[in-house]
């Protein structure tokens, strides 16, 4: 396991059910605590980026609560008024604890131009220079599926290899990685510790039946292995408790834990 003291740039996913009740509306009390720690994990002095789903939900959220929007424009329209007060959100409760947080809205092309990709992370070094949080969505409400990287949980770990992350946290509405989907199957088993991400791996994991996730486990799994790949480590942990985080970083074993090329190949 890696020595999580040691890890200084960290990438922190939350996902879009950690944020926002069923419905779409925002979980108040849940931003407020994931906020608290996580100034408190930056005044320990950890470098925080944090990739945040939960635009679209938030956008219907906030326009009546209405049933998952299914046409392109309408989704694209929730996302651009989600991402608005998402952004508040932030802004708002990060401010309390004397944090500046920046938002930075990516698509696919950042993996395919070098000068995107050597630009975006000038940019993202130069805000940790400032002290400021970059938050990072997809930019929603622009590109079609074709320009998509498609998911916050392969966009967290793009992020976190591009900009050099020693940690990739994704925060979920499940504890971590069961031996099956525990929403199906309560007696699937939490799995603490994961070598190598292999078909075996791969196959433990089906798509989120949540109203407001997406991709579920399946593109966890593809993140996470994405990371590994690229001797970068892994966390998945409980979002609806924070201070989990906590315990984490007090070298605690939370969640499952995905090791980094480098452990494996020791
Ligand atoms: P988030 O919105 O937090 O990103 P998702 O709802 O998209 O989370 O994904 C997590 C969900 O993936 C779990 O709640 C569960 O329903 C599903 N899942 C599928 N297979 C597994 C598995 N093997 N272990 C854990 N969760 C799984």
Do not use: W
Request: charged share 20%; net charge negative; hydrophobic share 40%.
């Amino acid at each position: 396991m890696i020595d999580i003291s040691k890890a200084n740039r960290i990438v922190l996913k939350i996902g879009s059910s950690t944020l926002t009740h069923p419905q779409g509306f925002i979980n108040i009390r849940a931003v407020e605590n994931l906020v608290k720690v996580i100034s408190d994990i930056k005044n320990s002095g950890k470098e925080i980026i944090i990739v945040s789903s939960g635009a679209v939900a938030v956008g219907m959220g906030k326009l009546g609560g209405l049933a998952r929007a299914s046409d392109l424009p309408s989704k694209q329209a929730y996302a651009a008024v989600g991402q608005c007060e998402l952004m508040y959100l932030y802004d708002k409760m990060f401010s309390v604890y004397h944090h500046n947080v920046a938002q930075i809205l990516l698509s696919a092309d950042i993996t395919q131009c070098e000068n995107l990709t050597k630009n975006v992370v000038n940019t993202f070094n130069r805000l940790i220079d400032l002290n400021v949080i970059p938050i990072v969505n997809e930019n929603d409400s622009v590109y079609t599926q074709e320009l998509m990287i498609g998911d916050n949980d392969n966009l967290s770990a793009i992020v976190a290899v591009m900009t050099g992350a020693d940690l990739l946290i994704i925060l979920s509405d499940i504890d971590g990685l069961y031996t099956q989907n525990p929403s199906i199957n309560p007696g699937a088993k939490l799995i603490s510790v994961v070598g190598e991400i292999d078909e075996k791996i791969h196959a433990l994991a089906t798509d989120a039946i949540s109203d407001v996730g997406t991709g579920g486990m399946v593109t966890k799994l593809q993140a996470a292995k994405y990371a590994q790949d690229n001797d970068i480590s892994t966390y998945i942990i409980s979002g609806k408790e924070p201070d989990l985080l906590y315990d984490l970083f007090e070298g605690k074993q939370v969640g499952t834990y995905f090791k980094k090329r480098s452990e494996i190949n020791d």
